[in-house]
């Protein structure tokens, strides 16, 4: 099976600028949750989609926002970006069983914000 | 509130066994994970614990106890290539991870 996707894996941007970036799973998985990595920080979760449904949601501001298609991929927007929202944004797709739940990670995409 | 509490560094040498903890406080609980990132690239699964004890995959082993709020991680046998970062995290309804522990190799 192939891994989970993401694209752009790279992007720079300017202050004010919005972004959306997009994660395919893996084959069969329906749920895809979204984290912001930064240096010291670890990985803090944004929210979580489940069968197009937001199931999830972190604390980060109304700004960060997701939707999930009916085929599972995922996109994740930014509107009015901020040098803070410079980081690492992972997406992960599970299966969603409970207990278990392996997070099967993308590459992310790196967000520069300039 | 939720937190996992890992220390941020660890050393060890080639060779040798390393001990990773991790604590945590949260709302709900089905089990503890451990993931492993090397830089530049992506945090891949190593274990998972629902139960209290300790599991073991090869080289590796992690343990927990839910009456305590906390698990470790073991990593035996040391190679270069385990110099990584190591989070733990909780399955609660969503999955928290901790800040995570960065493993330095001295050869």
């Known amino acids: 099976k192939a891994g989970v996707t993401q694209t752009p894996r790279y992007l720079i941007k300017t202050r004010g600028q919005q972004v959306t970036l997009s994660c395919s799973p893996i084959s069969g998985h329906r749920s895809v949750s979204w984290y912001q990595q930064t240096p010291g920080q670890g990985l803090q979760f944004l929210f979580e989609?489940?069968?197009?449904?937001?199931?999830n949601k972190g604390n980060f501001p109304g700004r960060f926002s997701g939707r999930q298609f009916s085929n599972s991929r995922s996109e994740m927007n930014v509107s009015t970006l901020e040098l803070g929202d410079s980081a690492l944004y992972l997406c992960?797709?599970?299966?969603?069983?409970?207990?278990?739940?392996?997070?099967?990670f993308g590459p992310g995409t790196r967000l520069t914000v300039l | 509130g939720q937190s996992l509490e890992q220390p941020s560094e660890v050393t060890a040498v080639e060779g040798a066994i390393v001990q990773i903890n991790c604590t945590y406080q949260t709302s709900g609980f089905y089990g503890l994970s451990w993931y492993q990132q090397h830089d530049g690239g992506a945090p891949t699964f190593l274990s998972y614990?629902?139960?209290?004890g300790l599991e073991e995959t090869g080289r590796f082993s992690s343990f927990l106890s839910r009456s305590d709020s906390y698990g470790y991680l073991l990593l035996q046998e040391l190679q270069m290539k385990d110099s990584a970062s190591y989070f733990c995290?909780?399955?609660?309804?969503?999955?928290?991870f901790g800040k995570g522990t960065r493993l330095h190799i001295l050869p």
């Open positions: 989609y489940f069968s197009e449904t937001q199931r």
């Open positions: 992960a797709s599970s299966l969603r069983e409970e207990g278990t739940d392996t997070q099967y």
């Open positions: 995290a909780v399955n609660d309804d969503k999955i928290i």
């Open positions: 614990n629902g139960l209290d």
